[in-house]
């Protein structure tokens, strides 16, 4: 489509230009004329009887608007769109610490997609992928971005009126930066910066400096959140005990007077001060008691209010009244659920924003952003967001809206059907999990990554379909792949992960009734079985590979591709095993004469989840490091 835009474009025309490709759009004086204007009030689209015009207030606002006008002229010619934004800042954190570095077209790709929704922030969360010239093992071989390549993001987001903010830890968090030697005098734990160290904040100010300088922006986030057993490592050895309140603020006063040298606004994770003040340790404790004291020396620091797990709306409002009363315009920090495992929590994310979202708005809360979290080693695609994304978007532009409206705004910015997104969903929404997944089960996780012989999970899922499930589950990713031909891989990826599930869920299960019945014939037919399984992981691996390195650095995937060795080698283990006991070279398998058990920790098991964990706990009762 040619188009021809005119009146106040100065400020818009680089951006347009980033995006003009991946939309289909060519400016030119013979296109279709659409008039611009820049004012304060709302954000206006219309078309009427072949007059445009979008009107808007600041430079993100534009880009959704330019995608609002795309949208209706294409569907329906003649229209008329007013949006009030309901917050001042609405955006995204993105996870780069976890094995997962977006590379920096990845970054840029992102970025495009949430201009057209209309967030105007993104922070990218480095723990210490980030380069510091005075610490050349912060970082190493963790695919660390470069001072040129965060600059590069910064400006290309610029462009499309969205703030980049350095997102940094400075207290705890910070096993990978800390492992190196150099680090010993600064370390009071494993993963906790020994507060009150000069060495500490000589650390932290080259950290700051090196975060900061690639940004026009001059917020950032310097974390602060979970950090446990402050004060209870080398601190409690020079200075004996002390309470971990005093050690924090003074640490934070410490952290700040160097924000305030540089001229940089910080905000901080809010859990640790709610952590302090309950008897149990708890963030989320209504009872927590922060003392007067306290809350009067806490530095001029902005709160972060992170919440990814209620889905009460008035817990949400309790808990912002409650950081009010410790600090003024507090920020509010939702989920994504992107961590739970391989595949994305859909259900869980969905509650969560709807309650939090319409809190915040009650409660007058002006800045929100969304977690895109990677734990566990990032297996999870980062893409796989932008459903949860568009939601926080459109509750950033209505105070309220129908599943029609998100499903029409999702299709016209991820280029990619909405339902079929939520297919995902389906992976750990299984038989035997309730509806939703707020207890946040991941069996697609569990199954693929457990040991055929060892089988942690079996008497987790007993008597539960669920080769069948993943059968039918394979069947419709496949539909939904040539639907969505702009994100085929990911479909592909998906619909691969299902289809080794499709046998691998239950044949641990299988392999052990059958031994218990010293069914040897039977046995027998279970050794084709495991090569189309091994065939199928393997397949898996090569597809997750192209979409690892398709939007990734390449650091962080050996530790993926570890996973996949580990399947793939434990069913050589297992054929061979099965064949000795087949042939009589011996008389027993141990790992099939114990009897199975409940798998019952570390996380409590509530009824309709079938269980969440680690990687190092699914695969091994031993211990893997």
């Not at 929704?117 to 380069?131: A, F, I, K, R």
């Not at 040129?148 to 499309?160: F, K, T």
């Not at 709610?274 to 404790?285: I, Q, V």
Request: glycine letters at 6%.
């Amino acid at each position: 489509m040619k188009l021809h835009l005119t009146g106040d474009v100065s400020q818009v025309k680089k951006g347009l230009k980033q995006l003009l490709k991946e939309l289909d759009i060519e400016l030119s004086e013979e296109g279709h004329r659409i008039q611009v204007i820049q004012k304060e009030g709302p954000l206006s689209v219309k078309n009427n009887h072949g007059k445009s015009e979008i009107v808007f207030q600041e430079k993100i606002h534009f880009f959704r608007g330019f995608g609002l006008w795309l949208e209706h002229f294409y569907a329906q010619k003649d229209f008329n769109l007013v949006e009030y934004p309901q917050f001042t800042m609405q955006g995204a954190m993105l996870d780069a610490s976890r094995n997962a570095v977006m590379t920096v077209d990845g970054i840029k790709k992102l970025v495009r997609k949430i201009a057209m929704m209309g967030l105007n922030t993104l922070m990218v969360y480095t723990e210490d992928t980030y380069t510091v010239k005075e610490y050349p093992y912060f970082g190493y071989m963790r695919g660390r971005y470069t001072e040129e390549e965060l600059r590069e993001c910064d400006q290309y987001a610029a462009n499309l009126g969205i703030e980049m903010i350095p997102c940094i830890q400075t207290l705890a968090h910070l096993t990978e930066a800390l492992k190196w030697n150099y680090a010993i005098p600064i370390r009071d734990t494993a993963d906790i910066l020994l507060a009150g160290s000069k060495a500490t904040y000589t650390f932290l100010e080259n950290l700051i400096e090196a975060a900061s300088r690639p940004f026009q922006s001059k917020r950032i986030h310097i974390g602060m959140d979970e950090a446990h057993q402050l004060g209870l490592g080398k601190y409690l050895d020079v200075h004996g005990y002390e309470k971990r309140f005093d050690i924090m603020n003074k640490h934070l006063q410490e952290v700040t007077a160097i924000t305030e040298r540089k001229k940089l606004k910080p905000m901080i994770w809010s859990d640790m001060y709610f952590r302090l003040g309950s008897k149990h340790g708890g963030y989320y404790d209504l009872e927590s008691d922060i003392p007067e004291s306290v809350i009067s020396s806490i530095p001029d620091a902005q709160l972060v209010y992170w919440d990814y797990y209620h889905d009460d709306e008035q817990f949400y409002r309790t808990f912002i009244q409650k950081h009010k009363a410790l600090k003024d315009n507090p920020v509010f920090a939702g989920g994504v659920w992107t961590w739970n495992g391989i595949s994305p929590n859909y259900g869980k994310a969905f509650a969560t924003t709807e309650a939090a979202l319409r809190a915040c708005k009650k409660e007058k809360v002006k800045e929100i952003f969304v977690t895109m979290w990677g734990d566990n080693g990032a297996e999870t695609p980062m893409m796989t967001a932008l459903p949860v994304l568009q939601l926080f978007a459109e509750h950033a532009y209505h105070e309220t809206f129908s599943e029609a409206h998100l499903q029409e705004r999702f299709q016209f910015c991820a280029g990619a059907n909405f339902d079929d997104f939520i297919l995902f969903n389906q992976l750990d929404e299984t038989p035997g999990v309730n509806k939703d997944n707020l207890q946040t089960s991941n069996p697609s996780k569990l199954l693929l990554w457990q040991d055929i012989l060892i089988g942690l999970y079996d008497e987790n899922i007993k008597n539960l379909p669920l080769n069948k499930h993943y059968e039918l589950l394979t069947a419709k990713l496949e539909q939904a792949a040539k639907r969505n031909t702009d994100w085929s891989l990911l479909f592909h990826f998906y619909q691969q992960l299902s289809h080794v599930l499709s046998i691998k869920a239950e044949l641990g299960k299988q392999i052990k009734e059958l031994y218990d019945k010293q069914d040897r014939s039977k046995l027998q037919t279970i050794i084709p079985v495991l090569e189309e399984v091994k065939e199928r992981v393997d397949t898996m691996r090569k597809i997750h590979r192209t979409l690892w390195f398709s939007i990734n650095k390449p650091f962080g995937w050996e530790i993926i591709e570890i996973r996949y060795g580990g399947v793939l080698t434990r069913i050589d283990t297992v054929m061979y095993r099965l064949n000795q006991y087949i042939e009589g070279e011996i008389s027993k398998i141990g790992e099939l004469e114990e009897e199975r058990l409940y798998f019952e920790g570390p996380y409590p098991m509530q009824a309709g989840s079938l269980g969440r964990n680690l990687y190092h706990r699914i695969v091994t009762a031993g211990n893997l490091s």
